[in-house]
């Protein structure tokens, strides 16, 4: 009976240090510490909504300068207007958001398939890779891009713009175009605020 306590216990000491031998084989920051699933924040100010962001799954993580969040299934971003509309918005496949612990700097970055729409201006630019500063409140990128609006279309590399693409310039244009004659009774018509019936066509 003792021998078989024995070979037990000795049993249980070699898996434990078995398992914490693997355990240890783990690089902590190479996962996330957390989680997210069905990721939704809103950002305000004065009570007035300026910005909401979706996401299916955030993760987050934490290094010794730098703390990030990755969104591999896409992210979602909805700004609204000094009145209350909703004015801009940015999807993407992926995305990153830097916090640098020494500055406090932050820096968003959207990858694949993004799209950025001003809905008051109806314009809708079409690129890989965007970057959004905060603090200097400008999006850019170096990438191919293309921009349909109302009078027409460009495309080209670079781009400079606020953050809500009310002013988006496209810094190397090639073969882009403009519709010279419009109909000045066309109505456009904001889908995204538009309260009320639709006309019939």
């Given at each position: 009976?003792?021998?078989?306590?024995?070979?037990?216990?000795?049993?249980?000491?070699?898996?434990?240090?078995?398992?914490?031998?693997?355990?240890?084989?783990?690089d902590?920051?190479?996962?996330?510490?957390?989680?997210?699933?069905?990721?939704?924040?809103?950002?305000?100010?004065?009570?007035?909504?300026k910005?909401?962001v979706?996401?299916?799954?955030?993760?987050?993580?934490?290094?010794?300068?730098?703390?990030?969040?990755?969104?591999?299934?896409?992210?979602?971003?909805y700004?609204y207007?000094?009145?209350?509309?909703?004015?801009?918005?940015?999807?993407?496949?992926?995305?990153?958001?830097?916090?640098?612990?020494?500055?406090?700097?932050?820096?968003?970055?959207?990858?694949?398939?993004?799209?950025?729409?001003?809905?008051?201006?109806?314009e809708?630019?079409?690129?890989?890779?965007?970057?959004?500063?905060?603090?200097?409140?400008?999006?850019?990128?170096?990438?191919?891009?293309?921009m349909?609006?109302?009078?027409?279309?460009?495309?080209?590399?670079?781009?400079?713009?606020?953050?809500?693409?009310?002013?988006s310039?496209?810094?190397?244009?090639?073969?882009?175009?403009?519709?010279?004659?419009?109909?000045?009774?066309?109505?456009?018509?904001?889908t995204?605020?538009?309260?009320?019936?639709?006309?019939?066509?």
């Open positions: 009976m003792m021998i078989a306590t024995a070979v037990a216990v000795a049993f249980v000491v070699y898996s434990c240090k078995s398992n914490l031998s693997e355990a240890d084989k783990i902590l920051k190479a996962v996330p510490f957390q989680t997210v699933s069905e990721m939704f924040f809103t950002q305000t100010e004065n009570g007035r909504i910005m909401r979706e996401a299916p799954v955030m993760e987050s993580y934490d290094h010794d300068t730098v703390s990030f969040e990755l969104f591999p299934e896409g992210l979602n971003v700004a207007s000094e009145s209350g509309l909703l004015e801009t918005t940015i999807r993407s496949d992926n995305a990153r958001h830097d916090k640098i612990k020494a500055s406090g700097a932050e820096k968003w970055s959207a990858f694949g398939n993004v799209v950025v729409k001003n809905q008051i201006k109806q809708t630019m079409e690129t890989d890779t965007i970057y959004w500063d905060q603090k200097q409140q400008e999006i850019w990128t170096d990438c191919y891009i293309k349909y609006s109302p009078s027409g279309f460009m495309q080209g590399y670079g781009m400079r713009s606020d953050e809500m693409a009310r002013n310039i496209i810094l190397k244009p090639f073969n882009s175009y403009g519709y010279v004659v419009r109909d000045s009774t066309e109505v456009i018509i904001d995204a605020n538009f309260i009320g019936p639709l006309m019939k066509k």
